[in-house]
C-alpha cells in the first residue's frame, strides 16, 4: 500500500491519518498505552493500515498481535494489560500479578500470569492459565480485567504457603478489598480444586484465632492500650512467681493475651484459674484479653477500628461529597488541591474551586521572602481572589520568629488557614533547615507550628512525610508532637518517605494508622492520579480528605468528576476554553511577558486533556508566547494543524 492512500487530506485540511492516529490513541489511553490487533480489526482499521503504522514506529508490538501506542515504554500497569490482551478475549490478570495488583502480595519480577478461557500458544514474558472465568470471578480495576481478590486469593493458595496466604488474606482485610464470604462462596463452588484445603485450613484457624501469634497479639494490645491514652504497662513480668504478658504495677492489674493455641485445653484452663485465684489473693486482679477483643477494640472517636478508619475522623461520614470541619473552618466537601509549587498561584485555586474543590492550598510560599520581601513578592504570593475560600496559604522556613511575622502577613491577606512545609525533600529547601529537615529538628518544628498559630490566630495544619527512609518514622512521631504541643489543627500526610522525593508507591496503611491514632483530621496526599486511585486511597487511608496534585494538572474536570458535578470527559472546546481562560488569569497576574514563559509548562497538561496525538499538539506545546498558544487553541478547536512557531 504506498503511502500516498494515508496521506489522503480531508477537505478541512485534516488527512485521514489522523483520524485514524486519534482512535489508536484513544483506545490506548483507555488501555494504558496498548492496544490489541483484534481490536483494531474490529473498529474497522485494515490489515494494511495496521502494518503501515507498525512500519512507521506508531505501532511498537509487545506480543504478537498486541501493540504499544506511540512507544516502547510501558508502564507495569500497561505490561499487564498488553498480556491480558495476548490471552484474547474473556481474559483476566490472574494468580501472583493479579495479588501484585491489589496489592496483597508483593510484586513479583517472573512471568505476568493470565487466565484464559481458550489454550494460548506460549509468550515470551506471560504464563497462561486456562480456565473459564464466571462473571462474578473478574471484574475491571484501573481499566485492567483482573480476577476478583476473593478469586485471586483463592488462586493463590494453590502456589502459596499457608503462611503466606494468611498474610495475603490479612493485607486484604486491612485494605478492606476482601470480603470473607465470597472466599467460603468459592470454597463451596470450587470444593476440590487445587488450594482448596488451605483456604479451608487458614480461614478455620482464623476462626479459632488460632494464627494470631504471641507477638502479634502483644503489638494490637499495646496499641489498643494507646489509642485509649492509658499508661504503657511493663510486658512479660514475673508476679508472685508467674510470669504474664503485661502489668500495670500500681494498680495491681494483670495483663494476660489469650492467644487461644496455648490457653485452649481443658489443662490449661484449670492452670490459668488457678493461677488468676494465686494471683488475687495476694491483690492483683488479672485481665484476660483474646484476640478478638483486640480484633474489635474501640478506637478514637468510638467504633471498631475499621469502621473508624472508613468513616475519618471527622464525623461519621463516608463520602467525598461530605461537608467536614478543619480547627472550626467548614469545608463543604473532601477534596483537597495540594500545594504545588510554581504552580498553585490563585487563579490555579480559583479553577479548582469552580470545578468544586471544598479545599485548596497554595504554593509554598518562604516565610523570609514575605517578612523580608519586597512588594511585589507579597502581592503576588498572597493574592487571594474573593472566590477561592476558603484557602489556606502554605509557608515554610525555619526561624520562628520569621515564621510569626509572615504568619500574620498571611491572615492579614485574607487566608483562612495555613499550612507549614514539613516535607518538602528538594535540597535547597532542607539546607536552610526547612521542609523534611524539620523532621530531624521536632523542637523547632513545634516551635515553627506555635509560632504560625499565635502569630496569624488562624488554625494552622501541617503537611509531613512518614519519615527520611523506609522504617524512619519520625514523621509519625512527630505529628503527633505537633498536635499535642503546638495545636495544630490538622496534617497532611504525603506517605513516601523523603528518599522516595515523589515517585513509587503511597504507604495508605501508614497514613490510616496516622488518621485512626491522631485526634484531628488527616488528609492523604500522594499517587492520586486517577479517580479510581482517589477513592481507594480515601476508603485506604480512612483520612478525613483527600489531597490532588498532579492528577489535577491540566484537569480541574477531575475534582467535578469526584464530586459527582461533572461525568465524563470534556470536548476539546471545552479543554481549550478553560486553557484561554488560564492565559488571560496569568497575562492579568504577571504581565504578558512573563506569562509567556510561565505557561509553558502548562501547554502539555492541556494538550493532554484534549487528547492530541503529538502533530496536533505540537504547535501549542512549543508555543513561545500566549499569541502563539491562541492562535494554536482556535486550530485545535476547529479542528486544523498549525505549524509550530
Ligand atoms: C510540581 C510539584 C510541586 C509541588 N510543590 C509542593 C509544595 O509547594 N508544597 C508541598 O507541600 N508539596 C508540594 N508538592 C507535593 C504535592 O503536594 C503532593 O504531595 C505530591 O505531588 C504527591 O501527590 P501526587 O503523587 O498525587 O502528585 C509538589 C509536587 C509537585 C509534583
Excluded at 15 to 40: K, M, N
Excluded at 235 to 254: C, L, S
Excluded at 549 to 562: E, Q
Amino acid at each position: 500500500m504506498s503511502d500516498a492512500i494515508w496521506n489522503h487530506r480531508h477537505s478541512d485540511g485534516r488527512s485521514r491519518e489522523d483520524d485514524l492516529d486519534e482512535v489508536i490513541a484513544r483506545c490506548g489511553r483507555q488501555q494504558h498505552g496498548t492496544v490489541a490487533r483484534r481490536q483494531l480489526l474490529a473498529l474497522g482499521f485494515g490489515a494494511d493500515a495496521i502494518d503501515y503504522r507498525l512500519k512507521r514506529r506508531r505501532l511498537h508490538v509487545v506480543h504478537a498481535g498486541v501493540y504499544a501506542v506511540g512507544h516502547e515504554a510501558l508502564s507495569r500497569q500497561g505490561r499487564w494489560m498488553a498480556a491480558v490482551l495476548a490471552g484474547g478475549h474473556g481474559a483476566g490478570l490472574s494468580f501472583r500479578s493479579a495479588g501484585a495488583l491489589w496489592e496483597v502480595r508483593p510484586t513479583s519480577a517472573s512471568k505476568i500470569e493470565v487466565t484464559t478461557p481458550r489454550g494460548q500458544h506460549p509468550r515470551p514474558g506471560i504464563q497462561f492459565h486456562r480456565a473459564s472465568l464466571p462473571g462474578d470471578e473478574v471484574t475491571v480495576d484501573e481499566g485492567i480485567p483482573v480476577t476478583t481478590v476473593a478469586r485471586t486469593l483463592f488462586d493463590l493458595a494453590a502456589v502459596l504457603t499457608p503462611r503466606q496466604l494468611e498474610r495475603a488474606i490479612n493485607e486484604a482485610e486491612v485494605r478492606r478489598l476482601w470480603d470473607q464470604l465470597s472466599l467460603l462462596d468459592l470454597l463451596r463452588r470450587y470444593p476440590r480444586r487445587p488450594g482448596s484445603r488451605t483456604v479451608r485450613a487458614v480461614l478455620g484457624a482464623r476462626e479459632a484465632g488460632a494464627t494470631i501469634t504471641r507477638s502479634e497479639l502483644e503489638v494490637r494490645f499495646l496499641e489498643l492500650v494507646d489509642r485509649a491514652r492509658l499508661p504503657q504497662p511493663r510486658t512479660n513480668k514475673v508476679v508472685e512467681g508467674f510470669e504474664v504478658d503485661a502489668v500495670w504495677p500500681e494498680a495491681r492489674i494483670a495483663v494476660e493475651l489469650d492467644a487461644r493455641s496455648t490457653h485452649a485445653t481443658i489443662a490449661a484452663f484449670e492452670r490459668d484459674r488457678e493461677r488468676d485465684r494465686i494471683l488475687l489473693a495476694a491483690g492483683w486482679r488479672t485481665v484476660r484479653v483474646t484476640w478478638r477483643q483486640l480484633e474489635f477494640a474501640p478506637g478514637p472517636p468510638g467504633g471498631r477500628p475499621s469502621e473508624t478508619a472508613r468513616r475519618g475522623y471527622a464525623g461519621g461520614v463516608s463520602r467525598l461529597t461530605d461537608p467536614w470541619t478543619l480547627g472550626g473552618a467548614r469545608i463543604a466537601n473532601r477534596v483537597v488541591l495540594a500545594p504545588l509549587a510554581g504552580i498553585g498561584n490563585w487563579f490555579v485555586r480559583l479553577q479548582a474551586k469552580r470545578f468544586g474543590a471544598g479545599l485548596v492550598v497554595s504554593e509554598m510560599v518562604s516565610s523570609f521572602g514575605l517578612a523580608y520581601g519586597n512588594e511585589r513578592t507579597i502581592r503576588e504570593f498572597l493574592r487571594i481572589h474573593p472566590d477561592e475560600h476558603p484557602v489556606s496559604i502554605q509557608l515554610f522556613g525555619h526561624d520562628p520568629a520569621v515564621m510569626r511575622e509572615a504568619a500574620a502577613m498571611t491572615a492579614a491577606a485574607g487566608a483562612d488557614l495555613i499550612d507549614l512545609n514539613m516535607g518538602c525533600p528538594v535540597r535547597k529547601v532542607c539546607r536552610t533547615g526547612a521542609g523534611a529537615a524539620l523532621l530531624a529538628d521536632p523542637e523547632r518544628a513545634v516551635a515553627l507550628a506555635r509560632a504560625a498559630r499565635d502569630g496569624s490566630g488562624l488554625p494552622v495544619t501541617v503537611k509531613l512525610r512518614p519519615g527520611r527512609e523506609p522504617a524512619d518514622r519520625s514523621g509519625l512521631v512527630l505529628a503527633r508532637r505537633l498536635v499535642e504541643d503546638a495545636g495544630v489543627d490538622g496534617i497532611a500526610f504525603h506517605p513516601r518517605h523523603v528518599s522516595q522525593q515523589h515517585g513509587g508507591a503511597p504507604d495508605y496503611v501508614l497514613a490510616r494508622e496516622l488518621a485512626e491514632t491522631l485526634p484531628v483530621p488527616v488528609i492523604v496526599s500522594g499517587g492520586l492520579s486517577s479517580e479510581e486511585r482517589v477513592r481507594r486511597a480515601f476508603a485506604e487511608s480512612g483520612a478525613a480528605a483527600v489531597m490532588l496534585a498532579r492528577g489535577s494538572l491540566g484537569n480541574p474536570w477531575r475534582f467535578g468528576r469526584l464530586l459527582g458535578m461533572y461525568r465524563g470527559q470534556p470536548s476539546r472546546a471545552e479543554v481549550a476554553d478553560e486553557l484561554a481562560w488560564v492565559i488571560a488569569c496569568a497575562e492579568d497576574h504577571l504581565g504578558v511577558a512573563r506569562a509567556d514563559r510561565y505557561l509553558r509548562k502548562f501547554y502539555p497538561w492541556y494538550a493532554d486533556s484534549m487528547g492530541l496525538t503529538r502533530r496536533q499538539r505540537e504547535a501549542l506545546v512549543s508555543a513561545p508566547t500566549t499569541v502563539h498558544a491562541r492562535a494554536a487553541l482556535a486550530s485545535v478547536a476547529r479542528g486544523e494543524r498549525v505549524l509550530a512557531a
